[in-house]
C-alpha cells in the first residue's frame, strides 16, 4: 500500500545528525533543565524564530517555510508562544548564526527569551540544515544541530529539531514524530485513518467499505489493532503498518470488542462475549485466549493497561451505571474509581502512570476528565463545549487528543493536559472518532 509508506517514512534513515552543541556548560546535560507545563497557571515562554538563512542564494523557497513550521511545532508543544515576525526589526538574512554575532539585548527588548537561528544549503536534491536555540536572557547557545538529508526531508529535519528543543528545557522529548489514529465515518462507513501529530498527512489504514472501529497502536508503532464487521459481525483484526498487510485475530461467537495491547508485549486485552456475557480476556498475538481478566454478571469493556502492564482500568456497570474500576493483576484486587456523575466511560492510563483520562456525562453533555488511578483528585478539562470523548494520551503525557462536536460533527482535537491549548486538527469532512496516539515512532 503506497500511501502507508508516505504515513511512515524510514525518518532515520534519511537523517543524519553529525553536530551537537550545548552552552550549558562543559559537563552539563539538558535534563538539568526542567519546566513543568503541566501546571494550570504555566505562563508560555515567548520565542522569536526568523526566517532561515538561505547559503545559496538562488534557494530562497525554505526561508520562511522552515521558520513557520518551527514555530508551529512548538506552539502546538503549549510550552512556547511564538512572536509575530512582522515585528522584527532586523532583516532574517543579516542575523547572524553564532552567540557573539546576536545582539540579544535588541531580542530582549522585542519581549523574546529565546531566539532560533537557522541556515540551509541545497545541492541538488540534498539539503544541510544547521538549527540553533538561544537563551536570549542568558546571552548563550542551549543546543545547536545540523542535519542533512534530502530536500524533501525537511519537514521530519523540523520536527526532529523541536523535539530536542523540549528535551533541552523539559528533560523529554516532545510528540513531533507521532502520529494519531482514528475512525473516519463518511455515509454509512468507518474506516481507520492515520494522520501526523498536526493532522496533517491523513492516509487510510482500512479500505473496507465496512464499519472499522477502536483503533490500537502496538507499543512499538508498527501495528494497529481494530474491530471490524467486514465478516459478519465484530472481530478484530490486526494490521501491519509497514507492508498494509491484513490478519484476523480473534472471531469468536459474540463480540469481540475493544483491543488494548499490553506495553511491551505483542499480548492484548480484549472485551469477548464467547460465553454470553461481555468480559476483559487476555489474548495472545496469535489470537488464543490466556485466561480471563475480568468476568462478572455485568457488562465489562474498554480495557486500558498501565504503563507497567501490572494494572488495568477498564468499564464496568456491576453497580448499575457505567463506571471506571481498576484491577490489580498481580493481588486480583478490584477497585472502583470513579463517583462523580452516573456515566463515565473510556479510561485511559497516562504514560507515566500517574493520571487516568475518561468521558464523563456532566451537565447533559459528555467531558473530558482525569483522575489519580486511586480515585482522588478528579480535574475537568472540557466544559460543555459540545460533546467530548474518547480521550487518548500523547507519549509524553503533555496532551489528550479526543474527539468533539464543539465545531459542528465530531473532529478530533487536542488540549494540553492543564486544560489550555485547545486545537482542532482534523478537518476532513464527515466525522472523526476514537482516537489513538501513536508511541513515538522510529525508535525516537
Same mark, same amino acid.
Given at each position: 500500500?503506497?500511501?502507508?509508506?508516505?504515513?511512515?517514512?524510514?525518518?532515520?534513515?534519511?537523517?543524519?545528525?553529525?553536530?551537537?552543541?550545548?552552552?550549558? @556548560?562543559?559537563?552539563?546535560?539538558?535534563?538539568?533543565?526542567?519546566?513543568?507545563?503541566?501546571?494550570?497557571?504555566?505562563?508560555?515562554?515567548? =520565542?522569536?524564530?526568523?526566517?532561515?538563512?538561505?547559503?545559496?542564494?538562488?534557494?530562497?523557497?525554505?526561508?520562511?517555510?522552515?521558520?513557520?513550521?518551527?514555530?508551529?511545532?512548538?506552539?502546538?508543544?503549549?510550552?512556547?508562544?511564538?512572536?509575530?515576525?512582522?515585528?522584527?526589526?532586523?532583516?532574517?538574512?543579516?542575523?547572524?548564526?553564532?552567540?557573539?554575532?546576536?545582539?540579544?539585548?535588541?531580542?530582549?527588548?522585542?519581549?523574546?527569551?529565546?531566539?532560533?537561528?537557522?541556515?540551509?544549503?541545497?545541492?541538488?536534491?540534498?539539503?544541510?540544515?544547521?538549527?540553533?536555540?538561544?537563551?536570549?536572557?542568558?546571552?548563550?547557545?542551549?543546543?545547536?544541530?545540523?542535519?542533512?538529508?534530502?530536500?524533501?526531508?525537511?519537514?521530519?529535519?523540523?520536527?526532529?529539531?523541536?523535539?530536542?528543543?523540549?528535551?533541552?528545557?523539559?528533560?523529554?522529548?516532545?510528540?513531533?514524530?507521532?502520529?494519531?489514529?482514528?475512525?473516519?465515518?463518511?455515509?454509512?462507513?468507518?474506516?481507520?485513518?492515520?494522520?501526523?501529530?498536526?493532522?496533517?498527512?491523513?492516509?487510510?489504514?482500512?479500505?473496507?467499505?465496512?464499519?472499522?472501529?477502536?483503533?490500537?497502536?502496538?507499543?512499538?508503532?508498527?501495528?494497529?489493532?481494530?474491530?471490524?464487521?467486514?465478516?459478519?459481525?465484530?472481530?478484530?483484526?490486526?494490521?501491519?503498518?509497514?507492508?498494509?498487510?491484513?490478519?484476523?485475530? =480473534?472471531? &469468536?461467537?459474540?463480540?469481540?470488542?475493544? /483491543?488494548?495491547?499490553?506495553?511491551?508485549?505483542?499480548?492484548?486485552?480484549?472485551?469477548?462475549?464467547?460465553?454470553?456475557?461481555?468480559?476483559?480476556?487476555?489474548?495472545?498475538?496469535?489470537?488464543?485466549?490466556?485466561?480471563?481478566?475480568?468476568?462478572?454478571?455485568?457488562?465489562?469493556?474498554?480495557?486500558?493497561?498501565? /504503563?507497567?502492564?501490572?494494572?488495568?482500568?477498564?468499564?464496568?456497570?456491576?453497580?448499575?451505571?457505567?463506571?471506571?474500576?481498576?484491577?490489580?493483576?498481580?493481588?486480583?484486587?478490584?477497585?472502583?474509581?470513579?463517583?462523580?456523575?452516573?456515566?463515565?466511560?473510556?479510561?485511559?492510563?497516562?504514560?507515566?502512570?500517574?493520571?487516568?483520562?475518561?468521558?464523563?456525562?456532566?451537565?447533559?453533555?459528555?467531558?473530558?476528565?482525569?483522575?489519580?488511578?486511586?480515585? &482522588?483528585?478528579?480535574?475537568?478539562?472540557?466544559?460543555?463545549?459540545?460533546?467530548?470523548?474518547?480521550?487518548?494520551?500523547?507519549?509524553?503525557?503533555?496532551?489528550?487528543?479526543?474527539?468533539?462536536?464543539?465545531? @459542528?460533527?465530531?473532529?478530533?482535537?487536542?488540549?494540553?493536559?492543564?486544560?489550555?491549548?485547545?486545537?482542532?486538527?482534523?478537518?476532513?469532512?464527515?466525522?472523526?472518532?476514537?482516537?489513538?496516539?501513536?508511541?513515538?515512532? @522510529?525508535?525516537?
Amino acid at each position: 500500500m503506497k500511501s502507508l509508506t508516505r504515513c511512515f517514512p524510514r525518518i532515520t534513515m534519511a537523517l543524519l545528525a553529525i553536530c551537537l552543541c550545548c552552552a550549558w @556548560g562543559a559537563n552539563a546535560s539538558a535534563q538539568d533543565v526542567y519546566i513543568d507545563i503541566t501546571q494550570p497557571n504555566f505562563q508560555r515562554l515567548p =520565542i522569536a524564530i526568523p526566517d532561515f538563512k538561505y547559503l545559496t542564494p538562488t534557494q530562497t523557497q525554505l526561508a520562511n517555510q522552515t521558520a513557520l513550521m518551527l514555530g508551529n511545532d512548538l506552539d502546538y508543544s503549549g510550552l512556547f508562544r511564538p512572536l509575530d515576525s512582522r515585528g522584527f526589526l532586523q532583516n532574517p538574512q543579516e542575523i547572524g548564526m553564532t552567540q557573539n554575532d546576536i545582539n540579544f539585548m535588541e531580542w530582549r527588548r522585542f519581549g523574546a527569551e529565546f531566539l532560533v537561528r537557522g541556515a540551509y544549503q541545497i545541492q541538488g536534491n540534498s539539503l544541510k540544515l544547521e538549527m540553533r536555540l538561544f537563551d536570549v536572557v542568558a546571552n548563550r547557545m542551549i543546543i545547536g544541530k545540523v542535519y542533512e538529508g534530502q530536500v524533501q526531508d525537511w519537514p521530519a529535519m523540523i520536527h526532529r529539531f523541536a523535539d530536542e528543543i523540549l528535551f533541552a528545557l523539559t528533560g523529554e522529548r516532545g510528540v513531533f514524530g507521532t502520529k494519531i489514529a482514528f475512525v473516519q465515518v463518511q455515509g454509512k462507513q468507518k474506516e481507520i485513518y492515520v494522520v501526523d501529530f498536526d493532522g496533517s498527512n491523513p492516509v487510510p489504514v482500512t479500505r473496507d467499505n465496512s464499519l472499522a472501529l477502536s483503533p490500537s497502536w502496538s507499543s512499538d508503532g508498527t501495528k494497529l489493532a481494530y474491530v471490524s464487521y467486514k465478516d459478519k459481525g465484530p472481530k478484530i483484526f490486526i494490521t501491519n503498518l509497514a507492508d498494509g498487510s491484513q490478519r484476523l485475530l =480473534i472471531g &469468536s461467537a459474540g463480540l469481540n470488542i475493544s /483491543p488494548a495491547w499490553r506495553p511491551n508485549s505483542q499480548d492484548l486485552a480484549v472485551t469477548l462475549s464467547k460465553d454470553g456475557n461481555p468480559d476483559i480476556y487476555l489474548v495472545s498475538s496469535s489470537g488464543a485466549i490466556m485466561r480471563p481478566l475480568v468476568q462478572s454478571w455485568a457488562i465489562n469493556v474498554s480495557p486500558s493497561w498501565s /504503563p507497567d502492564g501490572s494494572k488495568l482500568a477498564y468499564v464496568s456497570n456491576e453497580t448499575g451505571s457505567p463506571q471506571i474500576y481498576v484491577l490489580d493483576l498481580g493481588s486480583g484486587r478490584q477497585q472502583r474509581i470513579t463517583f462523580s456523575g452516573d456515566y463515565n466511560t473510556s479510561p485511559r492510563w497516562s504514560p507515566k502512570g500517574d493520571w487516568i483520562a475518561y468521558s464523563g456525562l456532566a451537565g447533559g453533555t459528555h467531558n473530558i476528565f482525569i483522575i489519580r488511578p486511586d480515585g &482522588s483528585q478528579v480535574r475537568q478539562l472540557t466544559h460543555g463545549e459540545g460533546s467530548n470523548e474518547s480521550p487518548t494520551w500523547s507519549p509524553d503525557g503533555r496532551m489528550l487528543a479526543f474527539s468533539s462536536t464543539r465545531q @459542528g460533527g465530531p473532529a478530533i482535537w487536542v488540549l494540553l493536559m492543564n486544560g489550555g491549548g485547545m486545537r482542532r486538527v482534523t478537518n476532513l469532512g464527515g466525522s472523526q472518532q476514537m482516537p489513538d496516539w501513536s508511541p513515538r515512532l @522510529g525508535g525516537r
